[in-house]
């Protein structure tokens, strides 16, 4: 009993320490489970399993040349097996008399199987990278096209920024788990199995030995796993949280300088980053304990090879009835590494994975929102619009029984220009909103051309439509880029013909580069007068069946006034018009104009019937007509 004690008291030793750090993790991690305030309640806790399930669904078009290289991963994998039991053989010649040409075959042996490894090795990260890219760029198109299709409330509700981070960022987590991360797991997990093969084979008390450490590696990873996990979402919140503030504030840059915030917006800056700060260091000080930890069983286990393996070979003594040779004792040291060093790989690249799963989980936390203004099934397609318009008891609310239309009902004929007029909050946007089904209402019904509007295809209902808002949104580009908005198929003379129509060719003919005039972000190198004619421009070549403005002639000067007010008047000619506006004046020639206050509607009927009835349209009349009178003393 006590030779035994003695012969292996360095095991013991060893695996009491290994013991006691497992203990330390387990303590520490049965802690950090019940300190529930740390975790984000709100935040989603996808199974892995799920998430490889949804991810491999994007790898499944490719999964003929995953097939081929597999086979060239087998290729590769061959030096990692048999390269020790040529070492072996080696080291065995220099025992015996041999000739110079059985060394040279070796030797050559070993270096062919190494060329061919890396061979397989370059092919097989070329074609990964490509399958990677390809399967990257469909999971960013797959998360725009969603966003495109979320409806107004939905995209209100999402921050700008986080929707940028989850096109941008987040999928370039998951390329890594594509080109690198699956493979290496496949093909570790062979190199481990034909490793341990080739080590019982050879000696299987060592392999016996060595297998003590398996354990503590498969433990220590299930704990990591669980920390590494909560790291990378921290990091992956901070992120969000601090490119949402990045792209709320340097949009509303000149707000903040007007009202002297920049001191107080730096502070709250500096917040976010320090929360980012200390999310990463989190994750490095996970990463940190892990790595070193596999490393120490690695180390160990090299420990005890030596250990045994000098004791019996200078000894001659055996160990669990086997004896051990010096060439043995070399294959096994060399096995020793091809067999810790996939669970070190996987254990360096376990960051990236947890990294590659926080992103996913971001990603499928935007794919899982449900639109809620999505096509019918038998929704049919609009071919033409002659623009007669009906609301049938409308109800509508942004929120659950906050009404902001109760009951509204009205009919605009084929080319008739109505106009909706009433106070803030009264319900006039939402109309045209309701119209283009921005928005799907609760109660009621809105018909174009006498067909119910959930009945027809989103993208078909807007195509008749043309819209012309007090905001307009110009695109990074050029002038003839946001009028045609990427519509093919037009010439510079069409386009210029849209501008002539509108009067918006009168500045830019003035350009020096004409329609190739550069356009920065958001068209702020324009005034607000030309922007709104290049709007109308853009609608008018889209050939619009009802044209829609809201508050289009809000905030602009007189003269350029003078020149929407003859745009206008000539794109009545071309269909449909709903004009909303607090400028009664620019609205005096409309067929008919609605009256709302509190969503419903008080009176209708053209200017001049409005003014006879002196209701509510007389009073905001007056109220305007005498403002004007005073400016103009």
């Known amino acids: 009993m006590r030779d035994f004690i003695h012969d292996y008291l360095p095991l013991v030793i060893a695996f009491a320490v290994i013991g006691a750090f497992t203990i330390a993790f387990l303590i520490a991690w049965i802690a950090i489970r019940k300190r529930k305030d740390i975790y984000d309640d709100n935040d ?99 998360v725009f096209t969603h966003i495109e299709s979320l409806s107004h409330d939905q995209l209100n509700n999402i921050p700008v920024g986080k929707l940028v981070t989850r096109v941008t960022n987040d999928p370039n987590r998951i390329s890594f788990m594509f080109t690198n991360i699956l493979v290496t797991l496949v093909k570790n997990s062979m190199v481990i199995i034909g490793v341990f093969g080739a080590m019982l084979l050879l000696n299987y008390a060592l392999t016996l030995m060595i297998l003590c450490f398996v354990p503590f590696v498969i433990l220590f990873t299930v704990i990591f796993r669980q920390f590494s996990r909560r790291a990378h979402r921290q990091v992956s ?35 976010r980053s320090a929360k980012l700060k200390k999310a990463k260091f989190n994750r490095m000080y996970v990463a940190g304990i892990f790595r070193p930890m596999v490393y120490m069983l690695y180390v160990t286990s090299q420990m005890c090879l030596f250990y045994f393996g000098a004791k019996g070979y200078i000894q001659q003594t055996e160990f669990l009835c086997q004896l051990i040779d010096s060439g043995v004792v070399v294959a096994f040291y060399m096995y020793i590494t091809r067999f810790f060093n996939p669970i070190q790989t996987l254990a ?20 899982d929102i449900v639109p809620e203004v999505v096509d019918e099934e038998d929704a049919i397609e609009l071919d033409e619009v002659r623009g007669e318009i009906e609301f049938k008891d409308v109800w509508f609310a942004y929120k659950p029984d906050e009404w902001v239309l109760k009951g509204v009902s009205f009919r605009i004929e084929p080319k008739q220009t109505v106009a909706f007029v009433g106070s803030t909050g009264s319900g006039k946007t939402t109309i045209l909103s309701l119209i283009c089904r921005n928005y799907d209402i609760q109660k009621g019904q809105i018909l174009i051309d006498g067909i119910d509007i959930r009945r027809i295809k989103i993208a078909s209902l807007r195509r008749h439509f043309g819209q012309m808002l007090q905001d307009v949104f110009l695109f990074s580009g050029d002038i003839r880029s946001n009028i045609l908005l990427r519509k093919e198929g037009v010439s510079d003379e069409e386009v210029w013909e849209a501008a002539r129509y ?28 030309q922007r709104q004619l290049l709007s109308f421009a853009r609608t008018i070549i889209h050939k619009p069946s009802v044209m829609i403005l809201d508050e289009a002639t809000a905030n602009i000067d007189t003269e350029t ?73």
């Open 44 to 142: 989603r806790k996808m199974a892995d399993s799920k998430i490889i399930r949804r991810l491999l669904h994007y790898a499944k078009p490719y999964w003929k040349s995953f097939i081929v290289i597999f086979f060239i991963m087998l290729f590769s994998i061959v030096y990692d097996i048999l390269s020790p039991l040529i070492i072996k053989d080696i080291q065995d010649l220099f025992k015996t008399e041999f000739e110079l040409k059985q060394l040279y075959v070796y030797v050559g042996i070993y270096v062919g199987i190494l060329i061919v490894s890396l061979i397989c090795t370059y092919i097989q990260a070329m074609i990964l990278q490509k399958i990677g890219q390809k399967i990257l760029s469909q999971i960013r198109l797959d």
């Open 237 to 271: 919140n901070a992120n969000t949280d601090i490119n949402t503030f990045l792209s709320e504030n340097l949009s509303g840059m000149k707000v903040t300088q007007i009202f002297n915030r920049e001191d107080s917006k730096m502070e709250d800056f500096e917040k």
């Open 348 to 367: 360096e690249q376990f960051d990236m994975l947890q990294q590659s799963f926080a992103g996913a989980e971001k990603i499928f936390s935007i794919l």
């Open 502 to 529: 509108v009067n918006a060719d009168r500045f830019i003919s003035k350009l020096e580069k004409g329609l190739d005039e550069p356009v920065r972000e958001r068209g702020n190198n324009f005034s607000a007068g």
């Open 561 to 633: 006034e003078i020149l929407i007010q003859d745009s206008l008047e000539k794109m009545k000619n071309i269909g449909t018009m709903l004009i909303v506006a607090h400028r009664l004046s620019t609205i005096q020639h409309a067929d008919n104009i609605i009256v709302l206050s509190h969503g419903q509607i008080l009176e209708q009927g053209t200017h001049q019937e409005l003014l006879h009835q002196k209701g509510r349209y007389h009073h905001l009349y007056t109220l305007q007509f005498n403002k004007q009178q005073l400016l103009n003393n």
